[in-house]
């Protein structure tokens, strides 16, 4: 088996958002049952009273989805081993080859520039 690589999103109102990256070696369909698992483990903390030691899930407050969200990635990361990954878009690789036949490596990064404008005069 490989290892895949799953995107889970959520959008709520205001432009909030999110997007994670997860890894497992895990087929499709085993991804989505823990997912499903996730998702009900974040459910049952709604309305949960958490007595003062014991630790459910990154926090347990419960009410918007964002928090539901942010439940769901801790419960695949440290419950069922999943590992968030991190993505550059602002780097690629490339492999390439010259006129010599030499294979050569190139990196090319993107930059976002900002600059003021004073637009009063």
Excluded at 5 to 17: A, L, S
Excluded at 59 to 80: A, H
Excluded at 96 to 103: L, P, R, V
Aim: glycine share 6%; net charge negative; aromatic share 14%.
């Amino acid at each position: 088996m490989d290892l895949n690589i799953f995107k889970i999103r959520y959008e709520w109102y205001e432009g909030d958002n999110g997007e994670t990256l997860l890894a497992k070696e895990v087929t499709k369909e085993q991804f989505e049952k823990d997912l499903s698992e996730a998702r009900d483990f974040a459910e049952n903390l709604k309305g949960k009273e958490v007595k003062e030691g014991s630790y459910l899930g990154k926090g347990y407050s419960i009410e918007c989805l964002p928090e539901f969200y942010v439940q769901i990635i801790w419960f695949l990361v440290e419950k069922k081993g999943y590992s968030e990954c991190q993505y550059n878009e602002s780097e690629d690789y490339y492999v390439d080859d010259d006129s010599e036949k030499k294979i050569g490596l190139q990196k090319r990064v993107k930059k976002t520039e900002l600059e003021r404008i004073n637009d009063r005069t």
